[in-house]
């Protein structure tokens, strides 16, 4: 079957090597890609308001210095989660996921597949979907790809995920196949339950470079809205990760998003890039903000350490976020000291700012033709942090 | 010794009854009493960034509906706390409180005297000052009204408080009397080491009338910029606490601010202004956020409560505040039960709002000279409320 185009209307501004500059068209306005997706599992970007949310990173239009705020245009949240707390029947009665957070952007939801793997739940996997019980008090659920897919759909996300099978990595290569045709399956189910929400599939495959061009070759069959790469970040080495998306993104689909689920560091958001990638997201950010490893210009800091104490310098001078812009790293210190909640704020201000400017930062540099310079220069102060 | 004029340049704008509005015009701004102050024991006040405090409540002189927000005048921190942590040389080091938090409006600090009495850290009450330990790490530390007045200006805040003892309820007449005397001699070795900042003199002398009638006389004969009454919402119950304001407040100084220390809920909050109170603060808006306890317009409500699950309203329809005017009651409870931290961010910035709002309510009751029938109808409200 042929594809036809995307209903998100994806356009393919420029490319730069296999850097690809792109717009996303969602109900919920446009996303410039490549673009990082902040993850609110919960319906909540973890320690902000949905209004602090709006305000994060600068304004990649603006000639000011620094620029303003705009915020990031799409967030990730999680069928899981939100199907054991609140419950897809609130979420869709209280006007869906979106009048639910007080977000008007860009939602794409997770099939809860990759949950289902991570959290090990109490499960048990049949051709049909996944049994499995609550994390939090026991409770019997059942995740199908109809399932799946109509729970995202009520929810009112812009996109929905196809439900997957996301294999451990060690397993051997008859395991993921076995595993990857079930994905297969799931994901022609998934399609024809497809109505409102944008839906896209997911290729599997492992760390097995055959698997993952026949995966590539039976989704990109598919009418999908987007390509995503899944299965990978699940305990691979970095370089198997990256021999796995150097090679596997090439082949996707060109007239389609490609999404690299669950990725990354800094530096890997550069790396798939380069690869041909154009959507991402990650925990990191906002996870790494909680224990209080901050990402700046200059490498990545631990603000607990006593240097900082009396640093009255921003915790990143080329930064301007509200954080960077109104406290100094003793103060920030110093709230992550004494457990103050603000330390968590003022951290995910910061490090969801950093990673949108990143991505910002990215998406000029392919605009102007100089992705690779843009990139080469990126990894090349990363290599020199490491030896300082 | 007569008093000369507050170099705080306190205004008395307007009476009705009791009840005063004001001006208290500091180093970092004019504010309008009745105030409450927002505490910020760690130089944060808990949940919230300096910035999201600034636009906390609504503006007293606009006619905008909702009104714009402006947020607290001032705020209270605490010399204990900072002094522990991250210790008065960092802060004075790091520009003083202001510029430590990022805050360009008035600071208030306690003088450590209350926290010695509340935190029953191992002390040792002499003449000279109070010995004690820290509840951090156990290391030795010595606070006197020299020493207390010092950090307070070292931290440059813009009122400090007059170093006392604040005796327990319940003990006996003697006790309290010794008490109170010792804090006497305390308040006139406070004056003796004031330099560039304001200093407020305490008034102590447990629930006793008569001790706190010479308290009065020998705090209001002294130099001091402002009076407290302190000692209050130690345990003793709310009649008693009455008792003890409603009788003192008329004895102060007319021509100075008068704070209650340390209340209270918005119905003593009230009852404090018609008694003749002009500043108030407490932790309880900012610590009831964090239960899930949260104040509207009509009634405290438990936002874990099942009722709330699918309730689409906003928290409390009569307010302006970011929460309330971007999500409802059900995600606010959403949040809560899944601990996200957003949860407490969104409580505070209601209930400190709540708070704010207030006491603009109260201000422009006294300038319309119908304070009375405001207090009259809050009052019945509340037992209203109650019945239901």
Redo the contacts between chains.
Sequence with gaps: MLSHASRLGFRLLETDGSARLGEVETPHGIIETPVFMPVGT???????????LKQLGSDARSTQHPAPSTGPRIILSNTYHLML??GVD?VE???GIHK???WDRAVLTDSGGFQLFSLAAIRKIREEGVEFRSHIDGSPYFLSPETSVQIQTRMGVDIAMAFDECPAYGISHAEVEKSMQLTHRWAKRSLAARTTSSLFGIVQGGVHLDLRKRSVEEIAAMDFDGVAIGGVSVGEPKEEMFEVVDYTAPLLPSDKPRYLMGVGTPEDLVNGVAAGIDMFDCVMPTRNA?NGTLFTSSGKIQIKNAKY??D?GPLDPECSC??CT???R??LR??F??D???A???NT?HNVSFYLDLMRAIRQAIALNSFAAYREGFLSRLRQEEKT
């Design positions: 919960h319906a909540s970007v973890k320690s902000l308001t949905t209004e602090q707390r609140p609130l009665q209280l006007g639910f957070m007080g909680r104490a009396a009255d509200v954080t109104t406290v100094s003793a103060y110093h709230l000291m004494n103050e909640i603000a968590l704020v003022y201000i």
